[in-house]
């Protein structure tokens, strides 16, 4: 199943589905509505269908929260990693474990390209190669004090990372040749540090690489230094993992479209070369194909006893392609002939094994819904929050702090009126039509989940909030 938005853009090329035609009220029938007695609800316990809602008529402007959800764990599917226009502000990279959710991985993929065409390299020795990447430190989650292990391989022989094609979120490479590593990297993602002798200043990443794989670049047949496809070829692309010395680790970002921080530098001399200091070429990564691939694996955690089953108490939203919510309304469409004004859908974070700190939540939710039998496309509610506002603000999805209970709580809320009008207006009752999909948002460029309580929490059920007219 694929999106019909690309998340690794942000708001780009998010597709708009068509609004419903609003009916347009005679000046009698607007009599009528405003003489007619109106349902007034009251917030209560959750019915199977929300009959009261049915059957009570007592003022023109009413509200439900009662209206029957059902909650699902399914994972993700797969979704689109590759950043071939190299737009993407950065890359993941790391291992985690988190006990909500299991062992998490992100390894990145890509090729690099001629910092010029047609380098003259005949006769010349390497001295060094050094891999540099700049930090992102929006994408950094988990503990970045626990030192890591940084890996560079080489995609195996027989096969490549190829320049044209997309790659997605549960695809991999085969690697072989360990062309360098960093060993105890602390990451320090806002610390700007000196890069070579100059002025210039970013938090980045050195790694050393063989230098049997620069000398491999530099005896590149002529012909192989004036064509990126050809070099591509050679080279095959390279694999970029790190793994953290101790549990729970963290997830790293590189910004590989950096072309001040992030690149390949060679070092090397000519035979009988009369310079002191070594010359230097570079290979940049922006302007390449580049992806990321996921796992996940919920062995052992909270998350595996309710991953394709029902969520009842608590659900599980995750990044990295990892989980999200199948939500079902299976009654809307029993609340016929009214005008919905305004539905939010409202949950509330639960911490269920104390680990708030270590694992902020999801930053941004979307909610999106079937269009055929396979694509996903976001519900007209979000689409109409990118169109006019250019982001979310429309739409909300983002944690806020409020009191409930006489407590502080976390707690999102989704706007979806246009999204349950079609739903009150769908008079078959199909349930795909009545469905709905939470997820995290940009599934490919967020590492963050998120524990939620379920429709039928006896703390803080998950409800959706309805004010809406009855029309007559």
Not at 116 to 143: H, K, T
Not at 163 to 178: F, H, I, K, T
Not at 223 to 250: H, K, M, N, Q, Y
């Amino acid at each position: 199943m694929r999106f019909l938005i690309k998340n690794s853009d942000a708001f780009q090329n998010h597709s708009v589905l068509p609004m419903r035609q609003t009916q347009i009220l005679s000046p009698i029938s607007i009599g009528l509505i405003w003489a007619s007695t109106l349902l007034l609800f009251q917030c209560s316990k959750p019915t199977d269908f929300g009959a009261e809602l049915l059957e009570s008529e007592r003022g023109e402007f009413a509200y439900t929260d009662t209206l029957t959800l059902r909650f699902s764990v399914e994972r993700e599917d797969s979704t689109e990693t590759s950043d071939r226009s190299s737009t993407s502000p950065y890359l993941l990279c790391g291992q985690i474990y988190d006990p909500c959710f299991g062992r998490s991985t992100a390894a990145v993929y890509t090729l690099f390209r001629l910092g010029s065409f047609g380098p003259r390299f005949q006769n010349a020795l390497i001295d060094s190669a050094v891999l540099f990447l700049r930090y992102a430190a929006e994408g950094f989650y988990g503990d970045t004090l626990i030192s890591q292990t940084i890996r560079v391989h080489r995609v195996a022989a027989g096969h490549t990372l190829r320049w044209n094609r997309v790659y997605y979120s549960n695809q991999a490479l085969p690697v072989d040749e360990l062309l360098g590593e960093a060993l105890n990297v602390r990451p320090q993602p806002r610390t700007n540090v000196p890069l070579f002798d100059t002025t210039q200043r970013g938090p980045y990443l050195r790694i050393p690489i063989s230098t049997a794989f620069g000398q491999e670049i530099l005896n590149s047949d002529s012909l192989v230094l004036t064509s990126d496809t050809l070099f591509w070829e050679l080279i095959r692309g390279i694999r970029i993992t790190a793994t953290p010395d101790a549990d729970p680790g963290a997830i790293l970002a590189f910004d590989l479209n950096n072309l001040d921080f992030s690149f390949l530098r060679l070092y090397y001399k000519y035979a009988n070369d009369t310079l002191t200091t070594s010359r230097v070429f570079d290979f940049p990564f922006f302007g390449v194909n580049k992806f990321n691939s996921f796992e996940h694996d919920y062995t052992g955690s909270l998350a595996e006893n309710y991953v394709g089953k029902p969520a009842h108490d608590l659900a599980f939203v995750q990044g990295m392609g990892g989980l999200r919510v199948k939500i079902e309304v299976p009654y809307a469409h029993l609340l016929d002939r009214i005008a919905v004004n305004k539905a939010e859908l409202e949950l509330t974070i639960a911490h269920p094994l104390g680990v708030k700190a270590t694992f902020p939540p999801v930053k941004q939710m979307t909610l999106s819904e079937l269009v055929g039998d396979t694509l996903r496309s976001f519900i007209p509610d979000v689409t109409y929050s990118l169109n006019i506002f250019n982001d979310f603000s429309r739409f909300g999805g983002t944690p806020k702090i409020v009191e409930a209970n006489g407590q502080l709580v976390e707690r999102y809320r989704l706007v979806l009126t246009q999204r349950l009008q079609a739903m009150v207006d769908n008079a078959s009752g199909d349930l795909k039509a009545q469905t709905l999909y939470l997820s995290a948002f940009p599934q490919s460029r967020t590492a963050n989940r998120v524990v939620l309580y379920g429709p039928k929490s006896a703390v803080f059920p998950a409800k959706l909030t309805v004010k809406y007219t009855v029309v007559r």
